[in-house]
């Protein structure tokens, strides 16, 4: 039984997934359909090249899946904001979020400045990371086999439209 390598020295917590569609705010679970919570949670986001940041940031989050959801507009507008001040050059590099990192930790970091290796010390890295894909409402074409093999079952009588029922006029005017 080998142990898998991994950043940080912490055990993974939380499955991941970085919502990249502005019109869907997730306030249900994709995975169980529950209402999903706020929880405010110090990100470990690695930006290119060699530029580690902690940034508390409020995700979505489900109890009943351990599934975190980031969105990903919101996340480079505090990234654009933060290196506004910081190093210009860097904002629209290409950026990782790695895990979390312990709140007492990332307080801890505030006050007094860490190094990266002492920031690994307490970082969750992710157990897994996912990707979402959905398909906003509306009418899309059907897909050609399957409404074919739709129609080959079907029966002349069940291909017709049903006939509409006549409404009763009351006889109490």
Request: glycine share 4%; hydrophobic share 30%.
């Amino acid at each position: 039984m080998t142990k898998e390598p991994h950043i940080g020295k912490l055990p993974p917590q939380y499955t991941f997934t970085l919502n990249p569609y502005t019109d869907a705010r997730f306030t249900r679970c994709p995975g169980c359909d529950q209402k999903t919570r706020q929880r405010k949670l110090p990100l470990f986001i690695h930006v290119d090249p060699l530029n580690p940041v902690v940034l508390n940031y409020t995700c979505r989050y489900c109890p009943g899946c351990d599934l975190l959801i980031v969105h990903q507009d919101e996340l480079e507008a505090q990234l654009v904001a933060l290196f506004e001040e910081r190093d210009p050059s860097v904002i629209g590099n290409d950026y990782l979020v790695l895990g979390t990192v312990e709140r007492k930790a990332w307080r801890e970091s505030m006050k007094q400045t860490k190094s990266i290796p002492e920031m690994l010390e307490h970082l969750h890295i992710f157990k897994e990371v996912r990707t979402v894909e959905y398909r906003p409402a509306g009418w899309y074409p059907a897909d050609e086999p399957e409404t074919q093999e739709r129609q080959a079952e079907k029966t002349p009588a069940q291909k017709k439209r049903p006939k509409r029922r006549k409404r009763r006029r009351s006889k109490h005017r």
